[in-house]
Structure formats: structure tokens, C-alpha cells
């Protein structure tokens, strides 16, 4: 029989086991805080050292004596997975993308985000507003200094893109249109399960739930 590992319901607790020190952080990073993951190298070598992922940069960033920097594409070319809390992040190109489900299909989150501006006064008392992506450039190489910090005319807006992979073909979906788009042929069922569960499509258990009743029917 075969077996169904999910990345919601992880079986890799070995995180949990090593100290987590903390440092807050704004949200253009995944995790609230810093916290000691695992990295595994392609080698089998695994590695453990204090890390998060910058959403906005779109790059894994670890902490050496006290200071951030990005891991390099040098680096990064060299990891299988990282773990932390219990997640699983694997090397897609040169990005990382969390796996949180690993079955039939694999489905994977890209972590994103944009900037807001929280709006200039303008004539009559008026707001303008604006919408902008990343505008900061990677770290071309490790041991650069990764003290990045927002300014306070913009807030940050986190997004998911989900990428679904079966076989050898990856489809992406940024919301619950893209996702009907993908699986037409099957709109009647969809209808079904989501008239009975809440699906939120930024609640990744429950994506993974409705793809998965998707896939086995």
C-alpha cells in the first residue's frame, strides 16, 4: 500500500530537538523569527545553522556571528533540502520552494510578497497609493552583509504561488480560478468538495486536501 507523506503532517521532528535562538523579524520573511534548521547537501553532508527565508528577495538567509547574509548561488547549488520547524524547503533552480505535500503529485508553495506604499497626501486630502515587486537585488556572493530593512512608507504583502508537479510537468496556480483552470475536466467534482469543506487558498492543508480528492477521482 502505497503511503501519502505531507509535509502539514511531517515526520522529520528533528528540528525541534536543537535550541532555536530568536530574532523578530518584519514580514517579509517566512518565519516569525530566526530559528535553527537542518541543511542537507546533495553530498548526504547535513548541516545545522540558524536561518529564514526572505520572501521578498526570494533567498534563503542564515546567521553567522551575529550577522545575516544570503546564501550564495554557489550555495545553493550545492543543497538538497533545508528544514525548519518541521518544513521542508527544497532547491528549485536556484530559488527554494517549501514542499508541503509529496504523494502522487508534489505540491510546493513559492513564497512571495509585494511592497505597498501606505500612501502619500496629496491635493484635497486625498491618498495615493502604489503597488510595487522587489526592487532589492540577491547577494552575488556569500558573506555579504544582509541587514535589510524596510522603509516605513510601505507595508508588505505576502502571496503564495502554488506549483503542482506530476511526472515530469509543473503547473503553477496564483489563485482559485488558475486552479479550476487546471483540472476542467474534473469542474464537477471540485463543485462537490467545495460545496461541502472550506477551501482557502491560503490555507495550504486545505489546497492540499482538494487536489488530492482531485487526484484520486
Not at 515526520?11 to 537542518?38: C, R
Not at 541543511?39 to 538567509?61: A, Q
Not at 528544514?83 to 508534489?106: M, P, Q, T, W
Not at 510537468?169 to 496564483?174: D, Q, R, T, V
Request: include cysteine.
Amino acid at each position: 500500500m502505497k503511503l501519502t507523506y505531507c509535509i502539514l503532517i511531517s515526520n522529520l521532528m528533528l528540528v525541534s530537538l536543537f535550541a532555536q535562538p530568536k530574532a523578530e523579524e518584519t514580514g517579509h520573511y517566512v518565519f516569525p523569527e530566526f530559528t535553527q534548521g537542518i541543511v542537507l547537501l546533495k553530498s548526504g553532508v547535513t548541516e545545522k545553522t540558524v536561518l529564514n527565508y526572505n520572501s521578498l528577495t526570494e533567498e534563503m538567509v542564515y546567521i553567522d556571528k551575529g550577522t545575516k547574509l544570503a546564501l550564495s548561488d554557489e550555495t545553493v547549488a550545492k543543497i538538497d533540502t533545508i528544514y525548519i520547524k518541521n518544513r521542508k524547503f527544497v532547491v528549485v533552480g536556484s530559488k527554494f520552494f517549501e514542499l508541503i505535500c509529496h504523494s502522487k503529485f508534489d505540491l510546493y508553495m513559492e513564497h512571495k510578497c509585494k511592497l505597498n506604499s501606505v500612501g502619500k497626501p496629496t491635493a484635497y486630502g486625498a491618498t495615493s497609493h502604489s503597488t510595487t515587486t522587489s526592487s532589492y537585488t540577491s547577494s552575488p556572493t556569500e558573506g555579504m552583509k544582509y541587514e535589510l530593512k524596510l522603509s516605513d512608507e510601505y507595508q508588505v504583502e505576502p502571496y503564495i504561488v502554488y506549483w503542482i508537479k506530476k511526472t515530469n510537468s509543473s503547473k503553477k496556480f496564483a489563485n482559485m480560478r488558475q486552479l479550476k483552470n487546471l483540472y476542467t475536466a474534473k469542474k464537477d467534482l471540485m463543485e462537490t468538495f467545495v460545496n461541502v469543506h472550506v477551501v482557502k487558498y491560503n490555507d495550504p492543508k486545505t489546497i492540499v486536501q482538494l487536489i488530492e480528492y482531485l487526484e484520486s477521482h
